[in-house]
T-cell receptor, first 115, second 111 residues
Framework: NAGVTQTPKFRVLKTGQSMTLLCAQDMNHEYMYWYRQDPGMGLRLIHYSVGEGTTAKGEVPDGYNVSRLKKQNFLLGLESAAPSQTSVYFC??????????????FGPGTRLTVL | RKEVEQDPGPFNVPEGATVAFNCTYSNSASQSFFWYRQDCRKEPKLLMSVYSSGNEDGRFTAQLNRASQYISLLIRDSKLSDSATYLCAVNIRASYDKVIFGPGTSLSVIP
């Protein structure tokens, strides 16, 4: 049981490049989330999904897109990277029947630098 | 005003000390409450949920005060291994289980 995994762990992009971050969970969780964490700002929700095939905007969605084609995977895309998107990105998941709905399990994070 | 605020820290305490963190939340409809621990360059991990009656897990005690809209975390007999950032989190249960995290309070336990 790997829990929540994220790939890649590190990435350096140039301004204007695009990339996709992959999150996978093997806990059969319904909900999945993408956060970014910046110094002094805490965790801010980018997008979330309450089930396969559904996505919704969080607090800071601009410049990002997501997809949840399979229940276990949640992809975060950066369409045209900007230096302001330099951050640590965490994926999280929660809620399976019989398990507390709102306890979130986090992946190890992706450290992204945009030059 | 931010939805969830925490003591700014950092807290530097000697081993064996007792330390308390406070967290305030602005949404009175908040449903459930948590403390997460985040080690340097690692992901947050759930430390404990916070129940209305207060709860204890070993050296850790969490309290909830709904009237004043704050939660607290007390760590007794601090260990070096307690050094980390502590995040409080609040589920305001909007259209989904919307969990808002505080910015975190850093703790360093010094030998």
């Amino acid at each position: 049981n790997a829990g929540v995994t994220q790939t890649p762990k590190f990435r350096v992009l140039k301004t204007g490049q695009s990339m996709t971050l992959l999150c996978a969970q093997d806990m059969n969780h319904e909900y999945m989330y993408w956060y970014r964490q910046d110094p002094g700002m805490g965790l801010r929700l980018i997008h979330y999904s309450v089930g396969e095939g559904t996505t919704a905007k969080g607090e800071v969605p601009d410049g990002y897109n997501v997809s949840r084609l399979k229940k276990q995977n949640f992809l975060l895309g950066l369409e045209s990277a900007a230096p302001s998107q330099t951050s640590v990105y965490f994926c999280a998941s929660s809620y399976a029947p019989g398990v507390a709905r709102d306890t979130q399990y986090f992946g190890p994070g992706t450290r992204l630098t945009v030059l | 005003r931010k939805e969830v605020e925490q003591d700014p820290g950092p807290f530097n305490v000697p081993e064996g000390a007792t330390v308390a963190f406070n967290c305030t939340y602005s949404n009175s409809a908040s449903q459930s409450f948590f403390w997460y621990r985040q080690d340097c360059r690692k992901e947050p991990k759930l430390l404990m949920s916070v129940y209305s009656s207060g709860n204890e897990d070993g050296r850790f005690t969490a309290q909830l005060n709904r009237a004043s809209q704050y939660i607290s975390l007390l760590i007794r007999d601090s260990k070096l291994s307690d050094s980390a950032t502590y995040l409080c989190a609040v589920n305001i249960r909007a259209s989904y289980d919307k969990v808002i995290f505080g910015p975190g309070t850093s703790l360093s336990v010094i030998p």
